[in-house]
């Protein structure tokens, strides 16, 4: 198990290839008990929690543009535990933003809920990879993507034209890996689009859309990585 890619630099990512290995994570075997007493802490705190399936990783490097990774379907108790000491050797967590780009160059991003792990926090619409977002043993980061960001949101990208590739950054908090997804609408009508939809669902996961319109328009509550990729995007990377 490795864990082998710069840190803290955008990376361009033309292939992501993470396959799901149906065996245990080395973390939630070892650690059964832990992840059931923290388990019983974090429930106590948020009844909302739900106990369902995530992945975690237990390799990644990153070799000639490419993300090469293992990783294994956990519950979610398992990586709260993780996400509480990061530290932990031979496990780490990935993720992929959609960078919503409006027809008038601004970002949208959303703000999480107040009964979410990430209460009052602003990225773009995201979730962890779940088994259902991998196809013959490949992670399939642009279907995690559109399918979490409708979720959230109700805007569906499945026809919105994408970046030409993936970019990664990693951290120690984890590797997110992005892509723009440009929609023509301009960012007010898409906020608007969003704010109709949480208002019309029993539970909502987002408190509502924040538009970021420049690369100093940080809002409260900006998770850290978010700060390099809106800064990447004005700066007309790609």
């Known amino acids: 198990m490795s864990f082998d890619l710069p840190r803290n630099t955008i990376l361009p990512v033309d292939f992501v290839e993470v396959r799901l290995d149906p065996g245990p994570h080395p973390f939630e075997r070892d650690n059964r008990q832990a992840i059931a007493e923290n388990w019983s802490r974090e429930i106590a705190a948020n009844p909302a929690l739900f106990d369902g399936t995530v992945v975690l990783l237990s390799a990644l490097s990153y070799r000639d543009s490419r993300l090469v990774g293992r990783c294994h379907a956990v519950r979610y108790s398992t990586f709260m535990l993780w996400r509480s000491n990061r530290q932990v050797a031979g496990a780490e967590h990935a993720y992929a933003h959609a960078v919503l780009v409006a027809g008038d160059n601004a970002l ?131």
């Open 108 to 238: 949208v991003a959303i703000r999480m809920a107040p009964h979410t792990v990430n209460a009052g926090r602003v990225y773009f619409a995201a979730g962890s990879f779940e088994p259902v977002d991998f196809r013959d043993g490949l992670v399939d980061v642009d279907f995690n993507m559109v399918r979490e960001v409708g979720e959230e949101t109700g805007i569906d990208l499945s026809g919105a034209a994408r970046g030409q590739r993936y970019h990664a950054l990693s951290t120690p908090s984890g590797t997110v890996i992005f892509r723009r997804y440009r929609i023509v609408e301009p960012a007010d009508e898409i906020a608007r689009r969003i704010s109709a939809f949480v208002a019309a669902e029993a539970e909502p996961e987002i408190e509502g859309p924040v538009i970021i319109r420049h690369a100093a328009d940080l809002p409260e509550g900006l998770m850290g990585h978010m700060k390099p990729l809106i800064e990447w995007h004005f700066a007309g990377k790609d």
